[in-house]
């Protein structure tokens, strides 16, 4: 069985950092393409980051590039996400999720495995 479990959300102020990670367990973490999500109260679960399975390509919402960044160590089984220059409306609940049969897809159905969220609050 496949767990990953989302860790380092927390309360910052606008215009501060945060990481985010994602440890993954029950399979061989390199044979997945990893992404991050996001989930705002009363809105939809949007796409925000995907990793490739070898950590050498990277795709990214508009509304996150340029301050945020998705990262893996597959010697540790863990991917992550740094966020910089937060915003307010970066406020959400940040899950990360595998793809077991391809890279880089930007959309939620292409994703087997779900964590459990982690709540990111930025404070203007």
């Known amino acids: 069985q496949v767990r990953l479990v989302e860790s380092g959300g927390g309360l910052v102020e606008a215009g501060g950092s945060l990481r985010v990670s994602c440890a993954v367990s029950?399979?061989?973490?390199?044979?997945?393409?990893m992404g991050w999500f996001r989930q705002a109260p009363g809105k939809e679960r949007e796409f925000v980051a995907a990793i490739s399975r070898s950590g050498g390509s990277t795709t990214y919402a508009d509304s996150v590039k340029g301050r945020f960044t998705i990262s893996r160590d597959n010697s540790k089984n863990t991917a992550y996400l740094e966020m910089n220059s937060l915003k307010p409306e970066d406020t959400a609940v940040y899950y990360c999720a595998a793809d077991v049969g391809a890279d880089l897809r930007r959309y939620r159905s292409a994703y087997e495995y779900w964590g459990q969220g982690t709540q990111v609050t930025v404070s203007s």
């Open positions: 029950g399979r061989t973490f390199s044979q997945y393409g």
